[in-house]
């Protein structure tokens, strides 16, 4: 009896107690809940960042044309050939053009001969005026002393009229005294003709000054249409060679020497490489946190796995079909919507080595960084 208590006490030592387990269907439930609330979680949460690969690289080209008319002599760049601002490109004939600035330079003389003559006729018109006035004025001085001489020669004949009637002085004299007097007042009235014509040739040649005065304003005109007209002669004259707006890569040459060209017609296209940019189209719902100034990751389809860094510049004012050759417009009960594109430019930052090899037109994959 002692023995079974032993052993029993023995079982019951090395025997544990049984435990209790969780069910599985616990385990599942908790795994699928928490599950959910991770879901949910990321669902409801701000992405971080928005990717979209409705991007491309763009380069702000400008198209070069000339602005005068005529045949190119002179095509003075290869495509693809990278040149500076300022550098000629082409050459239209000049041959015509010079001969139009050489025609131009002498109806230039010609205006400024008229104008020198119409002042040479000014400066003889203010001689003449002087010498008018001063005839007026030998007249006046003239008149003023037969005046004199006429009023003394009237006293006198009054006087021997008197003492011809109380026979103090001979008849002879008395005559001789009327004789004189009417002489006087003949030479007066000649006077004043003379003061009057003397003035009346005064005003006369005053009149003349305005139509001289107009005669110059009108060759100073002249002076002024020629000048003008040589200023132009001289610009297309310049303007036979084109020369490059800005720096640039030469793209689509169409000219050649012997083309006949207008005014505007395109000769070639001059590409930025060192302006590049990169137009990203992200859907509308992915611009609501958009902003100039975030950063932005670019990677480059044809630069496999490089990676080039940009801000963001600036989004469009409307969506890319709002400025579309046929803009989008839903028909009335069309119910279906569809998601627009917002187009969002994107600066890339310069230093970067891969610039180097981009060109516009290439396909990228743009990531932007919404976060602050």
Partial sequence: MLQR???SQVDDAVVPAPRRRAPRAVIAAGAALV??????????SEPASQSTDDAYVGADATSVAPRIKGFVSAVLVEENQSVRAGMP???IDPEEYGARRATAEADLADARAAVAAARAALVRQGTEEALARAQAGAAATTIRAAEANAGHASADQRRYDALLATGAVAARDAESIRTGAV?????????EADLTVARRQVAVVGARR???LAALAQAQAGEARARAALDLAGQDLRHTEVRAPIDGVVANRQLRVGDYVQPGTRALTLVPMQALYVTANFKETQ???MHPGQRATIRVDALGSAKLKGTVESLAPGSASTFAL???EPGTGNFTKIVQRVPVRIRLDPGQPALA???PGLSVTANVQLSN
């Fill in 210 to 212: 305005g139509d001289l």
């Fill in 183 to 191: 002489a006087a007042r003949q030479a007066l009235a000649r006077s």
């Fill in 357 to 359: 090899t981009l060109r």
């Fill in 35 to 44: 599950a959910a609330g991770l879901g949910a979680a990321w669902i409801l």
């Fill in 5 to 7: 208590t032993s052993e």
């Fill in 287 to 289: 611009t609501r946190r």
């Fill in 326 to 328: 046929l803009p989008f």
């Fill in 89 to 91: 490109l082409l050459r």
